[in-house]
């Protein structure tokens, strides 16, 4: 198994600990409807949450891949980008994994990239069996002072299905109908866990992640913002999903 330098372990996992709850909670907890008017503007079941989805095991593994693609693709040093070219994303730096998925695993000589094939398989993939074809994995890392302003992920680009998977530290991320902000709710995604967004959620509501340490807060507590990296995938549009 792909493992990380005991130094950027320290380095990477520093919020790991700090920033979880130190209880588990059941999946509800983690979601504030408290803003949500009762409507006909949401369907509850478009959005899917998984607390505590990957061990701690499973999120080394998948930020020791993360990293690697970065150094091999963007250098050593960590430059983030104070704008993306959309205006969407603040403090950021991205690439995409393409050789990441594979449909026929075992054709795979490289022992760590089967075991992360596998695992993307296991605990990502075959959560949305209707979907046969995926985009390239977009692997964002937010510094803590980056954010992510609202938006509805491009519709050209991606098709009825985004899941997402977060390391290192907790975020909170606010979703707002498009056509009645007064409709919005909030997450708490800590580190392993792993959403999924369709529907409703997927094409009429915004998501973002606040810039401003001050308005990181779930439920009336204020959230630590960190380094955070996230795994992103989309699958290839003009797919039907039910």
Known sequence: MFRLADKLRQQVFKH??????????????????????SSNLFNPDDFILYPNHFSEKEQ?????????????VLGKAIIY????????IEG??????????????????NSELRELRELLKDKVYNLVPDVKKWNPIHILELAEWGGIRPHVDNIEYS????????????????????????CMFSVLLEPGSLYIQKGSVRFKFTHEIPMQPENHVFRGNLIQKGRRVSLIFRDIQDQKIL
Request: proline share 4%.
């Open 16 to 37: 790991f600990h700090s920033s979880s709850s130190s209880t588990k909670m059941s999946p509800s907890q983690y979601i504030d409807y408290l803003s949500m008017p």
């Open 60 to 72: 080394e593994l998948l930020l020791g891949h993360s990293l690697k693609k970065f150094k091999r």
């Open 81 to 88: 980008q104070k704008g993306h070219f959309d205006g969407v």
């Open 92 to 109: 950021y730096r991205e690439c995409q994994a393409s050789d990441w998925i594979d449909y026929n695993i075992s054709n795979s000589k």
């Open 159 to 182: 098709g009825k299905v985004i899941m997402g998977a977060s390391l290192i530290s907790s975020a909170v991320m606010i979703f707002r109908h498009v056509d009645d902000p007064s």
